[in-house]
């Protein structure tokens, strides 16, 4: 018997094992709009047999997109495109998550495979054009990114309006589970962070002080979304320098999200401060994810070059975490799940791709039958002419 394929039931939503897809973004939507490509990218996860499929960082507002290419909710009639997806996922046996996020800081940044930094004259020329940045204070990112303003009371009124309403909009669209964005440097790590808020009003200054805002918008996310259905919230458990957020901080932050009603902390790290002055190995990330559990008592996910099913199978056997997420290695095995319950022995012995979708699996295990007949292939094998 494994762990990993164990269902797991969260206030009213059971998730069919514990496998995550971590939310990816793909910078393929137009003006916030999805488009085939995502329903074609997150369904074949849904199909891998992936217990949620959590939708890439979904911007609460134009101005809160990393890209020109980001998905977002900010308008209603971004809904149907969103809906169509969870539509799509549901019927496929996966629960429906999406994360949503204000990049801050880290707006208005090139698409990755165009350069992942500041927008240049050939990002200009191509349409996508800079704007005004915000942040917890006014400090760029790094030399020559752009200067972010410093949000003042209106603007913080309207960071809190636009989570909210992006937060009605995704349960519109059907998603079962809701996550609040607060890590890898965007702009609610750059309220958590020491680094990034340098500010002297309830906002800032120590340790409440910081959580203050990204706390006003989960209990916000927390009283709009049902209560039988999940919030998570991801963090950075620890900036990249240890002069930062430490994960002291992230225990005493994931324990006033457990007073308002979270109910699991996503685990990753770093994303202001550089060099990553942590262990960075296989797993890396996964102490963060078992220290959270255990001293808030709420579930965990881990995340963070996981690439085995045995590697994936532990983090949840040993009690780390309740849920893994996989990342880069889903992108590049979207059957992973399916295949973990094969390498795990999990599947039927005589039938393994009765968990596969009937419409694959009936294939292959009628291929399978043929093939332990045959036994291995090998060069040598070719069927006579």
């Not at 977002?72 to 495109?81: A, K, M, N, T, V």
């Not at 963070?304 to 997420?325: F, R, T």
Request: with cysteine; glycine share 10%.
């Amino acid at each position: 018997m494994t762990r990993l394929f164990d269902p797991l039931t969260i206030r009213g939503t059971t998730v069919r094992n514990r496998l995550a897809l971590s939310p990816m973004c793909q910078y393929e939507a137009e003006d916030g709009f999805t488009t085939p490509y995502h329903l074609v990218h997150y369904g074949k996860f849904a199909l891998g047999g992936f217990g949620m499929v959590m939708i890439e960082a979904t911007a609460v507002s134009p101005e809160g997109r990393i890209t020109h290419g980001d998905v977002g909710l900010w308008r209603d009639e971004q809904i149907g495109g969103l809906a169509t997806i969870t539509s799509f996922l549901k019927r496929n046996g996966a629960t429906a998550g999406i994360q949503i996020g204000h990049a801050g800081p880290k707006a208005a940044m090139q698409r990755p495979y165009y350069g992942d930094g500041p927008l240049t004259q050939a990002d200009h020329a191509r349409g996508d054009h800079p704007w005004q940045v915000v942040s917890a204070s006014p400090l760029p990112v790094d030399e020559g990114w752009l200067l972010p303003t410093e949000l003042d009371a209106d603007g913080i009124g309207k960071v809190l309006a636009d989570f909210a309403d992006a937060a009605r909009r995704a349960l519109t669209a059907g998603f079962d589970v809701l996550e609040l964005h607060c890590a890898h440097g965007y702009l609610l790590n750059s309220f958590l962070s020491p680094i990034t808020n340098l500010r002297k009003d309830e906002y800032g200054g120590d340790r409440a002080g910081r959580m203050k805002l990204p706390l006003e918008i989960a209990r916000e996310l927390r009283a709009i979304w049902p209560e039988d259905k999940p919030v998570f919230v991801r963090i950075s458990a620890v900036d990249g320098t240890r002069s930062g957020v430490t994960i002291d901080d992230s225990v005493a932050f994931a324990k006033e999200l457990a007073l308002i009603g979270i109910d699991a902390i996503d685990c990753s790290s770093g994303g202001i401060g550089k060099p990553y002055e942590y262990p960075n190995g296989y797993g890396y990330q996964v102490p963060f994810a078992g220290r959270i559990k255990s001293e808030t008592g709420l579930r965990a996910m881990a995340v963070g070059l996981i690439v085995d099913p045995h590697q994936a199978e532990k983090v949840v056997a040993s009690g780390h975490a309740d849920l893994v997420a996989i990342g880069r290695e889903a992108l590049r095995e979207p059957n992973f799940a399916l295949r973990a319950e094969a390498a795990l022995g999990a599947a039927n012995h005589d039938s393994p791709f009765d968990s596969w979708p009937p419409q694959i699996g009936w294939w292959l295990n009628h291929r399978e039958r043929k093939i332990r007949q045959l036994g291995p292939w090998s060069a040598n094998d070719e069927a006579a002419a």
